[in-house]
């Protein structure tokens, strides 16, 4: 059991700057996220595309927002834990007990649900029958390439990972590309590959086709595609995978007993506290009167919810407001001089 | 302001006046029609305001930008009539306008 003034939920721009006021003020957090790296939105959906309105900075990619924000917190040493989600809370004396589903646990005063939209999770085939296979011949990323030995695949998607695996995995396995129409998001090299592969007859390609059905007795035996006008056609394969990118779903976020307007938590606007003490929600997953989904409305929301923690953390301490330009302490706590 | 009707996927119809220069998404957000979530607030950064129009429509539409298709190829079902609302911005040409939901949108 980890023990920590407050546990943030979500690693992107708003739950790190919030990491950063709680540091400012002395307490300790821990940040937990489910992608494999840290930045939320800003990483998984927009690296590259520049952002305009962050105060005092005229132009910056997601990328860059991350790393000078992770530059800014790393005098504290936060602990992240990345690849994992938040599954389930529970109030014990005052405290919330934390679990996640890797099974870490961590005993806290303070909860901050800086999710965003909720938890990037793969989106999956619409096809009622490959929920049958879930997890074991429909899969949605890959873990071990090497099961894949000597079988037959079939991918569905247009975009890098459907690309750079039915390449890759072509060296090995019988690999049919199935991709709903005939222009490919992937990078133009794989791409090219491709093309090339498919007229080698190393790669059957059918694009302008989707997932129609899965079939099979205990195992799967075939998926069943379907062009837009109709037309169907039958693969016998051992594996489906599909590569249609994240998508963000609320996840365990709506079991805990908050208060829910559509996908977002109603705050209050003094300290961004939910119905539940010491449960607090900052970023694009509030709402309040006026509430405007810009980065910066998600460092103004963390830095008051990081004054709403001390209350909980330090109970016999009074808050003292201090400025960074002025307080001996807090630049003892940045370890500048 | 246009009339657009927003179709859910059972069938219900809404009839909404929006004002020109917003997108079809917003005129959905801003009037409370179920259907269409626009998760990441119409920066073509998700694939949750997908709606179909139809061939008549579709072919009157603003034509599509780079970049749209590849959202859409991670959209629920999408199919050739399939365009996100939020890159549809609305004008008088597009009064009288219907589109249809997907079954859902994640």
């Given amino acids: 059991m980890i023990k920590t003034d407050a546990v943030i939920v979500g690693a992107g721009p708003t739950g790190l700057f919030c990491a950063h006021q709680l540091g400012i003020i002395g307490l300790t957090c821990e940040i ?69 589903t890797s099974g870490k646990k961590f005993q806290t005063p303070n909860v901050v649900i800086a999710g965003g939209v909720g938890s990037f999770e793969p989106r999956k085939f619409p096809t009622k029958s490959a929920e049958k296979f879930d997890g ?11 099961i894949f030995k000597d079988k037959s695949v079939a991918i ?41 592969l498919s007229e080698k007859n190393i790669i059957n390609l059918f694009t302008k086709y989707s997932i129609k059905d899965v079939k099979g007795n205990g195992s799967l035996e075939e998926v069943e595609i379907k062009s837009e006008d109709g037309e169907s056609k039958l693969l016998k394969v051992d594996y489906v995978l599909g590569f249609f990118g994240l998508i963000m779903q609320l996840g365990p976020i709506a079991e805990w007993g908050l208060n829910l307007d559509k996908k977002a938590i109603p705050v209050n606007t003094e300290n ?32 008051l919810a990081a004054r709403g923690c001390f209350k909980y953390a330090r109970p016999n301490e009074k808050y003292r407001f201090e400025f960074t330009t002025a307080s001996n302490t807090i630049k003892d706590r940045l370890g500048v001089k | 302001m246009v009339k657009i009707k927003y179709i859910e996927h059972n069938g219900k119809e809404h009839v909404v006046e929006v004002q020109n220069g917003l997108t079809v998404m917003e005129g959905a957000v801003q009037n409370d029609i179920p259907g269409i979530d626009a998760d990441c607030g119409g920066s073509m950064s998700c694939a949750t305001c997908h709606v179909y129009v139809k061939e008549d429509w579709y072919n009157k539409l603003p034509k599509k930008e780079m970049g749209e298709d590849d959202m859409l190829d991670q959209a629920y079902e999408p199919n050739s009539n399939s365009r996100l ?21 994640v």
């Fill in chain 1, 136 to 146: 074991t011949a429909v899969l949605y990323s890959i873990k071990d390439k090497t």
């Fill in chain 1, 272 to 303: 961004f506290e939910t119905n539940k003490k010491g449960i607090f929600a900052i970023g694009d997953i509030c709402t309040y009167p006026g509430k405007l989904k810009l980065i910066l409305s998600g460092f103004h929301e963390g830095a």
């Fill in chain 2, 85 to 105: 609302s939020c890159q549809i911005m609305v004008s008088d040409d597009l009064d009288g306008l219907s589109v249809y939901m997907p079954e859902k949108q």
């Fill in chain 1, 32 to 100: 937990v996220d489910n992608l494999d790296k840290i930045g939320g939105q800003c990483i998984e959906l927009y690296p590259d595309k520049p952002i305009y309105d962050i105060p005092a900075v005229p132009e910056c990619t997601g990328e860059e927002l991350t790393n000078s924000l992770l530059e800014q917190i790393k005098p504290f040493n936060f602990n992240f834990h990345l690849n994992d989600r938040v599954q389930e809370l529970t109030n014990e004396n005052n405290n919330w007990i934390v679990k996640t």
């Fill in chain 1, 156 to 196: 569905f998607g247009g975009g890098d990972s459907a690309l750079d695996w039915a390449i890759e995995l072509s060296n090995t396995s019988k690999v049919s590309l199935i991709h709903r129409r005939d222009e490919f998001r992937g990078a133009p090299s794989s791409v090219k590959k491709i093309k090339e």
